[in-house]
């Protein structure tokens, strides 16, 4: 059994119009499909991958291995206890702090960003 980090074999993308297009003819409907702006949030693309990871070889049939970077224990303890910190307290801006510690390429929302910058402090 294979361990570590291990993601799907998708194979080619497909595009969101070309299944909402197979569905609609599936059904034999005559819904028409509408285009909208992005939202906060909403991604033009999804990757599987952060731009720190790796693949390092097949773990099956339809699976791939991932190379990723580790946290050391003395980290990742120091950032539990400030997750949990920031869980007791009820703070956003605290448990963002430790999320970005953990996860060095992670960054909040633009809409996240400018709440706290504003002195929004959302409860959780």
């Known amino acids: 059994m294979a361990q570590g980090i291990l993601v799907p074999e998708l194979g080619e993308p497909v595009p969101v119009q070309a299944v909402a297009r197979h569905l609609i003819a599936r059904e034999h409907s005559q819904a028409a499909i509408i285009f909208t702006q992005l939202r906060p949030g909403d991604k033009l693309a999804e990757a599987l991958l952060s ?8 773990a099956g049939p339809m699976l791939r291995s991932v190379s990723s970077p ?23 801006t605290r448990l963002l702090a430790a999320v970005m510690r953990a996860v060095p390429g992670y960054q909040p929302s633009a809409v996240i960003q400018s709440a706290l910058a504003a002195g929004d402090e959302p409860t959780l």
Do not use: F
């Open 70 to 92: 580790a946290l050391s224990t003395a980290l990742l303890d120091d950032v539990l206890a400030q997750l949990q910190q920031a869980c007791q307290s009820r703070s956003v």
């Open 51 to 58: 731009g720190c990871e790796s693949y390092v070889g097949a």
